[in-house]
């Protein structure tokens, strides 16, 4: 089993080379989400099989072919907390929660503090899986990426319900982070705004949380 430290990354220096991490508490969906995305064509290069995975993906935007990593964790999780040679170099990162357990989004504010402290700039999207299995549960205001003003897209790994726009948006918001460019960042946040997953509109200013950033459990 290799470490993450022997890991080359001194690779993700390169132009056009992203590396993309995936947060959120076991079993909210962060594999089968990647593994949806990356069905046909790609498949995951397993360097370990409890520690780390990563998932290879190409992709030519523009004429210029563009190198992903996504990273992904088992295991980990139950602490809450990553190795620091996990966010590493990052460029984004996708935060996962479940639709259908409410701690895992409850649980978003500390993971999303941890990615802080060691990526404070990175683009990160705010992922609410499951949506398959309720259907009302896109009505429901969940107000955490609001409030950090990040990205947030209802998904589901299972049906893929908007898993090729999410990863298609954070690829292209690695590759403006990496370039130093917030373009592709305000373009999204402007398109999400208006984004209506052909369901109502949000309308209630409830919100999931009991108390804002305190999530009942730690
Ligand atoms: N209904 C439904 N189930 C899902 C969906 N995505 C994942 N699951 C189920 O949720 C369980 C956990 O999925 P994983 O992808 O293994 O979760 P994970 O976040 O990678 O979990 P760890 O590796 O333990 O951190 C599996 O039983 C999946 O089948 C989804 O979109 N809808
Ligand atoms: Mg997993």
Redesign the pocket.
């Known amino acids: 089993m290799r470490a993450v430290s022997d890991l080359d990354l001194d690779k993700y220096d390169a132009d056009k080379q992203v590396k993309i991490i995936c947060l959120?508490?076991?079993?909210?969906?962060?594999?089968?989400?990647m593994?949806r995305f990356l069905m046909d064509g790609y498949r995951p290069q397993q360097l370990s099989t409890y520690a780390l995975t990563l998932y290879k993906y190409s992709s030519t935007i523009n004429g210029q072919t563009v190198l992903v990593d996504f990273w992904?964790?088992?295991?980990q999780?139950r602490f809450r907390s990553m190795h620091p040679s996990y966010y590493h170099k990052a460029h984004a990162c996708i935060m996962?929660f479940?639709v259908?357990r409410k701690i895992t989004y409850k649980n978003l504010p500390i993971w999303y503090k941890e990615l802080r402290e060691y990526r404070p700039e990175i683009p990160c999207l705010v992922v609410a899986?499951?949506?398959?299995?309720d259907t009302k549960v896109t009505q429901k205001n969940f107000s955490f990426a609001k409030k950090q003003g990040l990205p947030f897209y209802f998904?589901?790994?299972?049906?893929g319900t908007n898993v090729v726009k999410m990863f298609k948006d954070a690829v292209q918001m690695a590759l403006s982070y990496k370039r130093n460019s917030n373009d592709f960042m305000d373009e999204v946040m402007r398109e999400l705004e208006n984004f209506d997953l052909d369901t109502k509109e949000e309308s209630s200013d409830k919100d999931e949380e009991t108390q804002e950033g305190k999530p009942d459990s730690a």
């Open positions: 959120g508490d076991s079993a909210v969906g962060k594999s089968k989400l593994e992904d964790t088992a295991g999780e996962v479940d259908q899986n499951k949506i398959d299995a998904v589901s790994a299972a049906d």
